[in-house]
């Protein structure tokens, strides 16, 4: 079947304009969640997604960035007036339940800042 | 606070040489533990995962790892690597109150052929 997709694959954006990055997960998958990994970095974890649950935003860097998810399934991270380093790939992965289960990464959106 | 640490970032073999990468991890309470691995040009995908049972576990690809709770560990082994385990090496750590996973950053391994 059909796996975790993002678009866009890339992006390239001037300092202070606000970008969309979208995530579509894999049917049926209640867990969505965000990463960003920037260069020479590990995953570093931003939002979880959880069925109808208040999601995890706990590790969202600042308030310039917000994600949301609609009808429980395609989900959109927002990041509005966007700095130099926020340049990086924006990975989101998809998991049948939070917690156990596999997630499932899709190729991510490397963003970059000029 | 939550963290994840791999001893190395780069690490290079030759083929049929025994593989070790560190893991160890900072997370209070009971634990989920993976090994993601994302082989050039592919997305990040699952190598194996500990969540309860026997601390041995067995991945795919001839992977495993072991989780040594007093340690705080979780280190992958495989006893003789191939030129296809070129890839970069991930370990992560979620928790069974909450599902935040948290991830090391990365080992590279390169396997000389």
């Not at chain 1, 300092?15 to 965000?34: F, N, Q």
């Not at chain 2, 791999?6 to 993976?34: D, M, P, R």
């Not at chain 2, 040594?68 to 979620?94: G, M």
């Amino acid at each position: 079947g059909a796996g975790v997709s993002q678009s866009p694959s890339n992006k390239v954006t001037e300092k202070g304009k606000d970008v969309e990055l979208r995530c579509d997960p894999i049917s049926g998958h209640t867990a969505l969640y965000w990463y960003r990994q920037s260069l020479g970095q590990g995953l570093e974890f931003l939002i979880y997604f959880q069925g109808n649950s208040a999601p995890d935003k706990s590790g969202l860097p600042s308030d310039r960035f917000s994600a949301e998810r609609t009808g429980g399934s395609v989900s959109t991270l927002t990041i509005q007036r966007t700095q130099q380093e926020d340049s990086a790939v924006y990975l989101c992965a998809s998991s049948q339940t939070a917690g156990t289960d596999t997630q499932y990464f899709g190729p991510g959106t490397r963003l970059t800042v000029l | 606070a939550q963290s994840v640490s791999q001893h190395n970032h780069h690490v290079i073999l030759s083929e049929a040489a025994s593989l070790e990468l560190g893991c160890n991890y900072s997370y209070g309470g009971t634990v989920n533990l993976f090994w993601y691995v994302q082989y050039p040009g592919q997305h990040l995908q699952l190598l194996l995962k500990y969540f309860s049972g026997d601390p041995l576990v067995k991945g795919i690809k001839g992977f495993e790892a072991e989780f040594i709770k007093s340690k705080f560990s979780f280190n992958l082994r495989k006893p003789s690597v191939q030129w296809s385990d070129t890839a970069e090496y991930f370990c992560a750590v979620s928790g069974t109150g909450g599902f935040k996973t948290i991830f090391g950053a990365g080992t590279r391994l390169f396997v000389k052929a």
